[in-house]
T-cell receptor, first 113, second 113 residues
């Protein structure tokens, strides 16, 4: 079974731009969660989607948004990029929402200049 | 607010010895605690889960303890090998509902041959 895939793997943007990241969960998994990982803050929860609905949201500004499609693939969007948005963005999938064990993708490394 | 502390940012240990990593938390009553391994440029990989009513769990060379009175988990790798070198993350989760996992910032373990 293929693992969680994320595209693109690396991205360079400038301040003020917007970015869209994509995540394809493990086949059959219907829940996708997104995390931001930085050296100072560690892994921080952004949001979780299940059956195309956002089920839970972390403490991030409204510039961070996401969606999930009927095939469970998910995208997250960050608008008006700031330097502090430079991070590794990870998505994780599980069969059901709120499952204890999540399977992480390799992440998208975003650098904002 | 909830806080998770992992004992040190980095830990160096001689090959063959037992590595012990610590995860302390405050202002939290987790239903379970997880340990993940993360290699550079990759997403975290789930290793072990221990529930609030369990004291100890083992998997091959790995052992996790969970003391809800001390609010602490210890993660042991026995007979450590250079291949065990990685960053180890602890994560605390609530039961039920949707994704509510909080991660520590991790401990980077280096096993020296």
């Amino acid at each position: 079974k293929a693992g969680v895939t994320q595209t693109p793997r690396y991205l360079i943007k400038t301040r003020g731009q917007q970015v869209t990241l994509s995540c394809s969960p493990i086949s059959g998994h219907r829940s996708v969660s997104w995390y931001q990982q930085t050296p100072g803050q560690g892994l921080q929860f952004l949001f979780e989607y299940f059956s195309e609905t956002q089920r839970n949201k972390g403490n991030f500004p409204g510039r961070f948004s996401g969606r999930q499609f009927s095939n469970s693939r998910s995208e997250m969007n960050v608008s008006t990029l700031e330097l502090g948005d430079s991070a590794l963005y990870l998505c994780a999938s599980s069969f059901l929402a709120g499952e204890e064990t999540q399977y992480f993708g390799p992440g998208t490394r975003l650098l904002v200049l | 607010s909830q806080k998770i502390e992992q004992n040190s940012e980095a830990l160096n240990i001689q090959e063959g010895k037992t590595a012990t990593l610590t995860c302390n938390y405050t202002n939290y009553s987790p239903a379970y605690l997880q340990w993940y391994r993360q290699d550079p440029g990759r997403g975290p990989v789930f290793l072990l889960l221990i529930r609030e009513n369990e004291k100890e769990k083992r998997k091959e060379r790995l052992k996790v303890t969970f003391d809800t009175t001390l609010k602490q988990s210890l993660f042991h790798i026995t007979a450590s090998q250079p291949a065990d070198s990685a960053t180890y993350l602890c994560a605390l989760g609530n039961s039920g509902g949707y994704q509510k996992v909080t991660f520590g910032t991790g401990t980077k373990l280096q096993v020296i041959p």
